[in-house]
Nanobody, 121 residues
């Protein structure tokens, strides 16, 4: 499975971005999808996750109420709508796929290359 993120960029604090992650090479609906973020020198952080059907969703406390994860299995794409962005949201955001049940802790099977999000104050 190949994952390609897009939609990152530079935005002012309080603004919004919508990240997309397009999957190919596998049966998309077999996978739970997570978004992670990581900056150089920092630990990887779970951001949001969604199960194959889209009816089980989880968020990190730091983004709950501001970010929304969704998926379109017909388009093989998962999205992360990010609102009310803060400078501390600046990171490289990665999409990851795990075959089977959703988990925020189990190591994903596949990773994208990431997309940079920069929030200026």
């Amino acid at each position: 499975v190949q994952l390609v993120e897009s939609g990152g960029g530079l935005v002012q604090a309080g603004g919004s971005l919508r990240l997309s992650c397009a999957a190919s090479g596998g049966t998309f609906s077999n996978y739970a999808l997570n978004w992670f973020r990581q900056a150089p020198g920092k630990e990887r952080e779970f951001v949001a996750g969604i199960n194959w059907a889209g009816n089980l969703i989880d968020y990190a406390g730091s983004v709950k109420g501001r970010f929304t994860i969704s998926r379109d299995n017909a388009k093989n794409t998962v999205y992360l709508q990010m609102n009310s962005l803060k400078p501390e949201d600046t990171d490289v955001y990665y999409c990851a796929a795990k075959r089977g049940a959703f988990s925020r802790t189990r190591e994903p099977d596949y990773w994208g290359r990431g997309t940079q999000v920069t929030v200026s104050s």
